[in-house]
């Protein structure tokens, strides 16, 4: 749920850098069955009645919660070595989002490309430290 609520406090619409797998699935790990639910529930929802409550949540939520989406996908294609412009591929019936899913699922350019150091690599400055005895 950390990484849900990272996306929203603290990368809002952060489109620089790179997302791992990690980070990325962990979001869409409750995005998309929350989106599902408040789908689902306002298609339960009488027609007839005077405010569908669901609906309005999921318009909300959709509207609050569009651009973090779209930052930690482009963010995942930055980790992959991809142009945040790929992410137009979803335009595309049924083939780009395809596309889309494959290059959100392979792993993590190895080195450093040029949206920013792989963040699988340790922090040099920590490894550094291990062994020392902690200052007071």
Known sequence: MDWFLDAFKYKYVDF???AR??????????HVPFIFILAFLSGMMDEA??????????????????LPALAITIRRLHDTGKSGWFYLLAIIPYVGGIILLIFTV???????????PNPK???TDEINEIGKPLSD
Do not use: A, C
Not at 49 to 66: A, R
Not at 106 to 116: L, M, P, R, V
């Open 49 to 66: 009645e005077w405010m569908n409550i669901p609906m309005f949540l999921l318009v909300i939520y959709f509207l609050m919660s569009f």
């Open 106 to 116: 392979q792993d993590s350019e190895s080195t450093t490309n040029k949206w920013g």
């Open 21 to 30: 797998r990690t980070e990325y699935w962990m979001f869409m790990l409750f």
């Open 16 to 18: 620089s850098g790179r």
């Open 121 to 123: 690599t340790p922090n």
